[in-house]
């Protein structure tokens, strides 16, 4: 179980996350949502160690600030926002990067069966051998999932990872990285702006807002219209569709307190 307690992070005078807990916990999705500026990826910035920060990050009864930085990165995979590679790798390559610090002086066989493992499994082995400067923003996307995904890690950190993707690519990486997490029992955190798509594939949610926790705990708790007013300012009414599963529709922006001073 990953455990974030009492997480501070501040730009200067500027305080950008404030006094963040939460739980994560193995063979389930973690979404982190909230409003543009609420601190998302700045929190996963830190969890991954590329941020300093005020507070205690753990895995189990492991302090993960104060593991060496290559323990730590063998058991993390961590996928930023930005997928932009200026050297001339292929995918291959790119993806063999991963286990840098699984790398001795030369690749292994059981390297290289690795990454050919994880290409197929994401279903991008024609690929392989592409540079990655050549491929299209969706595909360079993927390319950087397989290189998180390469090393197997006990704890996975995903920034955005369907921003660049179509909605047809959008459920099949979830529902891979799903199948993966279960498979693993791997600890899975991912931010998304998509809230339907948190919402079916979130085992658990986190909302932010203004760099606090505004909520904490499964889909059906915390993906309310309240929450969604609140947080994203639109108004929504509820939708149950031919399998009887309960959706959220956006209808438009909210109307101001000053409109409705009665809305609860």
Request: aromatic residues 8%; charged residues 20%; glycine residues 6%.
């Amino acid at each position: 179980m990953l455990k974030v307690e009492h997480l501070h992070f501040s730009y200067g005078k500027h305080c950008v996350l404030e006094d963040i807990s939460m739980l994560a916990k193995p063979g389930e999705i973690t979404v982190v949502l909230g409003a543009n500026g609420s601190g998302k990826s700045t929190f996963m910035r830190a969890v991954a160690r590329i941020n300093s920060f005020q507070g205690h990050v753990f895995y189990g009864d492991t302090d993960m600030c104060a593991l060496p930085r290559e323990r730590f990165f063998q058991m993390l995979g961590y996928l930023d926002q930005n997928t932009n590679c200026a050297a001339r790798f292929t995918v291959f390559e790119l993806v063999l990067l991963g286990r840098l610090f699984n790398l001795g002086l030369k690749v292994t066989p059981e390297d290289e069966k690795k990454v050919s493992e994880t290409l197929e499994f994401l279903k991008l082995s024609h690929l392989a051998n592409r540079y990655v400067s050549e491929l299209s923003g969706g595909q360079r996307q993927m390319a950087f999932v397989a290189q998180a995904l390469v090393k197997d890690p006990q704890i996975l950190l995903m920034d955005e990872p369907t921003s660049a993707l179509d909605l047809q690519w959008q459920f099949r990486l979830l529902t891979q990285l799903r199948d993966m997490t279960r498979t693993l029992s791997c600890t899975t955190i991912i931010t998304l702006h998509h809230v339907a798509l948190a919402a079916e594939y979130a085992d658990n949610m986190v909302i932010f807002k203004d760099g606090r926790v505004y909520a904490h705990g499964t889909p059906k708790e915390v993906f309310t219209q309240r929450m969604l007013r609140d947080v994203y300012g639109v108004e929504c009414e509820p939708f149950v569709d031919s399998h009887g599963v309960s959706h959220l529709v956006a209808l438009g922006p909210a109307a101001t307190q000053s409109e409705h001073p009665n809305t609860t």
